[in-house]
């Protein structure tokens, strides 16, 4: 496989594992992922917990199965619980980043809220544990202000931006908020390739970013087709929920 296309595991490999938990993580280190990503949000006793929710939402019924608000439930109520259809309980942001230093593994985190605690206590868990070259945080470009939070609380922090948008102008929004990397899609690819079928400007536009050193990635790759398709426009880094999966993809269009 050429060695310079990044496999990246989304939520730690969601189809292999529990998604967000320690397992997934450890089972992303074993399917030779490159990275992985998580999602972050506060307790009620302002804890940072790895759970999946929407944007500002704290139903966690989806995941846990407990009907309780999040912004109801202290660590302590959260230690209690187990991601659904499994014995696996929900993880600690501390908990993430000593299995980071411990392995070597990069993380790329999440935050799904936008409360103003949020982003100050995620950098600056990264500092004390010495992981701002390990640990990048991302969210959409809608949500920019996050990361430039981030850089304003910590210059060093890397952050990367997930645009959605195929008619964007990536690298103005790359350079706008001081972020190394630009990933397209992040589940909706199709409206990318049918943009590009008619205006032909994705290459160009990842040409551009690369030339000014930042990675441009795609997600999320689920079938040979996706993989084939970014592959052709020069993106050199591919998420998904089956890293696997899309290593035999590679593997095989590269011979």
């Given at each position: 496989?050429?060695?310079?296309?990044?496999?990246?595991?989304?939520r730690g490999g969601?189809?292999?594992?529990?998604?967000n938990t320690i397992?997934?993580?450890?089972?992303?280190?074993?399917?030779?992922?490159?990275?992985?990503?998580?999602?972050?949000?506060?307790?009620?006793?302002?804890?940072?917990i790895i759970i999946?929710?929407?944007?500002?939402?704290?139903?966690?019924?989806?995941?846990?199965?407990?009907?309780?608000?999040?912004?109801?439930?202290?660590?302590?109520?959260?230690?209690?619980?187990?991601?659904?259809?499994?014995?696996?309980?929900?993880?600690?942001?501390?908990?993430?980043?000593?299995?980071?230093?411990?392995?070597?593994?990069?993380?790329?985190?999440?935050?799904?809220?936008?409360?103003?605690?949020?982003?100050?206590?995620?950098?600056?868990?990264?500092?004390?544990?010495?992981?701002?070259?390990?640990?990048?945080?991302?969210?959409?470009?809608?949500?920019?202000?996050?990361?430039?939070?981030?850089?304003?609380?910590?210059?060093?922090?890397?952050?990367?931006?997930?645009?959605?948008?195929?008619?964007?102008?990536?690298?103005?929004?790359?350079?706008?908020?001081?972020?190394?990397?630009?990933?397209?899609?992040?589940?909706?690819?199709?409206?990318?390739?049918?943009?590009?079928?008619?205006?032909?400007?994705?290459?160009?536009?990842?040409?551009?970013?690369?030339?000014?050193?930042?990675?441009?990635?795609?997600?999320?790759?689920?079938?040979?087709?996706?993989?084939?398709?970014?592959?052709?426009?020069?993106?050199?880094?591919?998420?998904?929920?089956?890293?696997?999966?899309?290593?035999?993809?590679?593997?095989?269009?590269?011979?």
């Amino acid at each position: 496989m050429n060695p310079d296309i990044k496999i990246l595991a989304h939520r730690g490999g969601m189809e292999r594992a529990p998604e967000n938990t320690i397992a997934a993580f450890r089972q992303a280190l074993d399917d030779g992922a490159d990275a992985f990503e998580c999602d972050v949000r506060l307790t009620k006793d302002q804890e940072p917990i790895i759970i999946h929710t929407g944007f500002d939402r704290d139903d966690i019924e989806a995941v846990t199965g407990c009907s309780t608000p999040l912004r109801e439930l202290n660590w302590s109520d959260v230690q209690t619980l187990k991601v659904m259809e499994s014995n696996e309980p929900i993880a600690h942001l501390d908990g993430v980043l000593s299995f980071v230093r411990d392995t070597g593994l990069p993380c790329f985190i999440e935050p799904k809220e936008s409360s103003e605690a949020l982003i100050p206590i995620v950098v600056e868990r990264i500092h004390q544990s010495d992981l701002v070259d390990k640990v990048d945080i991302l969210t959409f470009d809608s949500r920019r202000e996050l990361l430039l939070q981030a850089k304003q609380l910590q210059p060093e922090i890397q952050t990367s931006v997930i645009i959605i948008n195929p008619m964007a102008n990536f690298l103005k929004a790359a350079e706008s908020i001081d972020a190394g990397r630009v990933i397209i899609g992040w589940s909706r690819i199709n409206h990318f390739c049918l943009y590009n079928f008619f205006f032909r400007s994705l290459t160009r536009k990842v040409r551009q970013l690369r030339a000014k050193g930042i990675a441009v990635e795609g997600g999320f790759a689920r079938t040979r087709h996706d993989v084939e398709w970014l592959l052709r426009h020069e993106i050199g880094g591919l998420w998904t929920d089956n890293v696997p999966r899309i290593r035999e993809f590679v593997e095989a269009l590269d011979r």
